[in-house]
Nanobody, 125 residues
Framework: VPLVESGGGLVQAGGSLRLSCTAP????????IGWFRQAPGKGREGVAI????????YYAYSMEDRFTISSDHAKNTVYLEMNSLKPEDTATYYC???????????????????WGAGTLVTVSS
């Protein structure tokens, strides 16, 4: 499943960014979709999970108040809205899908079956 992330960049602390994930030839109306991130020198961590069928969402602890995952089926795009960004949010952000899976909080830990190449978010202090 080809996944393409966009929207990363350099932003000052306290600012906002919206990341986008598109998937040519694949639709986000089923399975689970997730945003994950990997900071320099650290492992990949789950940020948010979205159910493609019913829109249920799950967030990593401490991110729900600042990050929002959503989808636009007409545009076949999944978004991650990030507000009040902090320097510790600096990371490469990845979109992933589990086409046959059910969206549950456990996917934040176990990950997805398919991944995009990622988009870099840098938050300056």
């Amino acid at each position: 499943v080809p996944l393409v992330e966009s929207g990363g960049g350099l932003v000052q602390a306290g600012g906002s960014l919206r990341l986008s994930c598109t998937a040519p030839g694949y639709t986000f109306d089923h399975g689970a979709i997730g945003w994950f991130r990997q900071a320099p020198g650290k492992g990949r961590e789950g940020v948010a999970i979205l159910s493609g069928s019913d829109g249920s969402t799950y967030y990593a602890y401490s991110m729900e108040d600042r990050f929002t995952i959503s989808s636009d089926h007409a545009k076949n795009t999944v978004y991650l809205e990030m507000n009040s960004l902090k320097p510790e949010d600096t990371a490469t952000y990845y979109c992933g899908v589990d086409p046959s899976g059910t969206a549950t909080p456990s996917l934040l830990q176990y990950g997805m079956d398919y991944w995009g190449a990622g988009t870099l978010v840098t938050v300056s202090s």
